[in-house]
Every structure is written in structure tokens, then in C-alpha cells.
Nanobody
Framework: QVQFVESGGGLVQPGGSLRLSCTAS????????MNWYRQVPGKERELVAG????????NYADSVKGRFTISRDNAKNTLYLQMDNLKPEDTAVYFC????????WGQGTQVTVSS
């Protein structure tokens, strides 16, 4: 059974940092490109960052470029999102996802940026 478990969210002040993790199971993680999405209530889910299966290529939404870094550890079936210089507009629930198993989503992890 495909499963994603996101963790690492929390409350942080503007300018602070958080590192999100996503542990995947039920499929061969190292073969799939992975993405981080985020969602604010009442809005569409937004693609934040993506990484290829081997980790060699990454891409970012313009809104997070230069502040967020996506990475992965295929030996641990884990995806990461390092978030620096956080802004209030980064407040959202963050999800990991792969288009290869598009119907599956985890519960997400809440990130709140507020003073």
C-alpha cells in the first residue's frame, strides 16, 4: 500500500527555518520523481518544488526560489524540504507526492509562519 508520512512542520517566526520530511512506502521510491505541494484552505494545491528520481535535477516555484531546497535520500525512502527565510505567506499544509502514484496523498504537515 502506497503511503506518505509528512513531518517537521510547526510554528515559526518570519525569517525562521524548518525542515520537512516525507517518508514513503509501498513503492520503489528511488524510481520516481517527487514533489512538494502546499495548500491553504479554500485555495488550490500549489506545486512548491520537485526533484528527479536520482536527485540530480530540481525545480521550484518562483515564490520559494532561493529560500527552499528539496532533496532526497533514496536509501531511506525519504524526501526533504529545507525552508529558510520563511514568510507569513508560506503558511500552509505541506504534502509530498509523486505523479507516478497520483491518487495517493498523505495527511500533510502544517507550517505556520507568524510573529
Amino acid at each position: 500500500q502506497v503511503q506518505f508520512v509528512e513531518s517537521g512542520g510547526g510554528l515559526v517566526q518570519p525569517g525562521g527555518s524548518l525542515r520537512l520530511s516525507c517518508t514513503a512506502s509501498g513503492f520503489t521510491f528511488r524510481l520516481y520523481a517527487m514533489n512538494w505541494y502546499r495548500q491553504v484552505p479554500g485555495k488550490e494545491r500549489e506545486l512548491v518544488a520537485g526533484i528527479t528520481s536520482g536527485g540530480g535535477d530540481t525545480n521550484y516555484a518562483d515564490s520559494v526560489k532561493g529560500r527552499f531546497t528539496i532533496s532526497r535520500d533514496n536509501a531511506k525512502n525519504t524526501l526533504y524540504l529545507q525552508m529558510d527565510n520563511l514568510k507569513p505567506e508560506d503558511t500552509a499544509v505541506y504534502f509530498c507526492h509523486t505523479r507516478g502514484w497520483s491518487n495517493y496523498w498523505g495527511q500533510g504537515t502544517q507550517v505556520t509562519v507568524s510573529s
